[in-house]
């Protein structure tokens, strides 16, 4: 295929490209690492305002960010209201409000499971003070990520902890206001190692189906088993209309958090064409697309420029399919001529198209090179001296 450019493209794929969004995490902006260590970088923001600066400026060099999403309680401020504003005026919105219950003491056998009615009390209070955070800044979405499970057999009762989840969960479904939703995360393993409560997609599924039409699966690439068809799954909850959100990362062996498409572009790539294919990409399509990722050893806005721009290349290749022809193929039964159509998009340089739409919405073209030209990495590791570092936990 030769090099595509925006007039080979079609008004409405043109019209999704110029349009797509990709929430950034707030804690990808702090000091990360592994479970020995946590590495400090120069620079990093000392407080949830400092991370909304960082936030605005990979928008300001990809135009595709605008949105933020928030961790409670790493991103407790007295005043959410203020913080908003402090957003909004930089170009930011606040974008979904993750709960946190696996960093207290008291979580440590579990927290919407517990045996102990006092934590899983505790615990539904945290998510409904998460509610108040997202009534005060505007937030449309309540994320659960659970790290509930058992490390033993017969530690625990496995079906009785789905019952105490399940009435948890409509507790804290119960508090939401009509205008929000709650997105419920799986992850197959850690830190539980024999059974993890939420542990897959249809587990996760059974839950938001009993408690409503606004209670819907977050898919993140990283939480799978290896050899996960995890296009299969995206199409599988897009078909039923259950996909709420995608955290895009990628892994190796586990939930590694990389920049997403460092291991596999091949198999973004295949999820995104399940993302265009069924029209998921649109604005109103209510699926929420966010980066969920740890910068341990680069850069923290370097890191989430290069993931923006990874998944707007993967995206582009999945609008260039000819769809027609693929359809063709795979109803003569042509297996070869299908995966070639397949393959030839994905082959296909669309970084010169993506440089060009860009130009065209007033953006430099190589959104890292003017990044890296603006001077602002060495302006916040001079002003951002004293305090303290904000970090995974943090």
Same mark, same amino acid.
């Given at each position: 295929? +030769?090099?595509?450019?925006?007039? #080979?493209?079609?008004?409405?794929?043109?019209?999704?490209?110029?349009?797509?969004?990709?929430?950034?995490?707030?804690?990808?902006?702090?000091?990360?690492? *592994?479970?020995?260590? %946590?590495? +400090?970088?120069?620079?990093?923001?000392?407080?949830?305002?400092?991370?909304?600066?960082?936030?605005?400026? %990979?928008?300001?060099?990809?135009?595709?960010?605008?949105?933020?999403?928030?961790?409670?309680?790493?991103?407790?401020?007295? /005043?959410?209201?203020?913080?908003?504003?402090?957003?909004?005026?930089?170009?930011?919105?606040?974008?979904?409000?993750?709960?946190?219950?696996?960093?207290?003491?008291?979580?440590?056998?579990?927290?919407? *499971?517990?045996?102990?009615?006092?934590?899983?009390?505790?615990?539904?209070?945290?998510?409904?003070?998460?509610? &108040?955070?997202?009534?005060?800044?505007?937030?449309?979405?309540?994320?659960?990520? =659970? @790290? &509930?499970?058992?490390?033993?057999?017969?530690?625990?009762?496995?079906?009785?902890?789905?019952?105490?989840?399940?009435?948890?969960? @409509?507790?804290?479904?119960? $508090?939401? #206001?009509? &205008?929000?939703?709650?997105?419920?995360?799986?992850?197959?393993?850690?830190?539980?190692?024999?059974?993890?409560?939420?542990?897959?997609?249809?587990?996760?599924?059974?839950?938001?189906?009993?408690?409503?039409?606004? !209670?819907?699966?977050?898919?993140?690439?990283?939480?799978?088993?290896? $050899?996960?068809?995890?296009?299969?799954?995206?199409?599988?909850?897009?078909?039923?209309?259950?996909?709420?959100?995608?955290?895009?990362?990628?892994?190796?062996?586990?939930?590694?958090?990389?920049?997403?498409? @460092?291991?596999?572009?091949?198999?973004?790539?295949?999820?995104?064409?399940?993302?265009?294919?069924?029209? @998921?990409?649109?604005?109103?399509?209510?699926?929420?697309?966010?980066? #969920?990722?740890?910068?341990?050893?680069?850069?923290?806005?370097?890191?989430?420029?290069?993931?923006?721009?990874?998944?707007?290349?993967?995206?582009?290749?999945?609008?260039?399919?000819?769809?027609?022809?693929?359809?063709?193929?795979?109803?003569?039964?042509?297996? =070869?001529?299908?995966? &070639?159509?397949?393959?030839?998009?994905?082959?296909? #340089?669309?970084?010169?198209?993506?440089?060009?739409?860009?130009?065209?919405?007033?953006? !430099?073209?190589?959104?890292?090179?003017?990044?890296?030209?603006?001077?602002?990495? /060495?302006?916040?590791?001079?002003?951002?001296?004293?305090?303290?570092?904000?970090?995974?936990?943090?």
């Amino acid at each position: 295929m +030769t090099t595509p450019t925006l007039s #080979d493209l079609s008004p409405e794929a043109r019209s999704l490209l110029e349009t797509q969004t990709i929430e950034l995490p707030s804690w990808a902006f702090g000091n990360s690492g *592994t479970r020995f260590r %946590v590495f +400090t970088t120069a620079g990093v923001p000392r407080d949830p305002f400092e991370k909304i600066d960082d936030v605005a400026q %990979v928008n300001a060099f990809t135009g595709v960010t605008p949105r933020v999403s928030l961790h409670i309680p790493w991103d407790k401020v007295e /005043d959410y209201s203020a913080l908003r504003t402090y957003a909004e005026e930089r170009g930011v919105r606040i974008g979904t409000i993750n709960s946190n219950v696996f960093q207290d003491e008291d979580y440590k056998l579990g927290s919407l *499971t517990n045996p102990d009615e006092r934590i899983r009390a505790k615990a539904i209070a945290h998510h409904l003070e998460c509610i &108040d955070v997202m009534r005060a800044t505007g937030s449309p979405a309540l994320k659960i990520w =659970l @790290a &509930d499970g058992t490390n033993y057999p017969g530690q625990d009762s496995i079906r009785e902890r789905q019952d105490r989840l399940a009435d948890s969960l @409509a507790q804290i479904y119960a $508090g939401l #206001d009509e &205008d929000q939703q709650l997105i419920l995360e799986y992850k197959f393993f850690e830190p539980a190692f024999y059974h993890t409560d939420v542990p897959d997609w249809g587990t996760s599924l059974t839950h938001c189906l009993a408690l409503g039409e606004r !209670a819907k699966v977050v898919l993140d690439t990283g939480h799978h088993a290896p $050899g996960t068809n995890i296009e299969f799954i995206v199409a599988q909850l897009l078909r039923l209309g259950r996909l709420g959100a995608f955290d895009f990362n990628s892994r190796f062996y586990a939930d590694d958090d990389l920049i997403v498409g @460092a291991a596999d572009p091949y198999q973004l790539f295949r999820i995104m064409n399940e993302i265009v294919s069924a029209g @998921a990409l649109a604005p109103d399509s209510g699926v929420n697309f966010m980066l #969920d990722q740890c910068h341990n050893l680069e850069e923290k806005i370097p890191g989430e420029i290069r993931s923006a721009t990874n998944v707007q290349e993967a995206t582009a290749k999945a609008l260039l399919v000819d769809r027609e022809a693929l359809r063709a193929a795979q109803r003569a039964g042509d297996v =070869l001529a299908a995966n &070639d159509i397949f393959v030839d998009a994905f082959n296909t #340089d669309v970084r010169p198209l993506l440089a060009e739409l860009r130009e065209s919405q007033g953006l !430099a073209p190589d959104p890292m090179k003017a990044f890296l030209a603006s001077g602002y990495l /060495d302006k916040v590791r001079s002003e951002r001296v004293g305090g303290t570092a904000a970090g995974w936990g943090a």
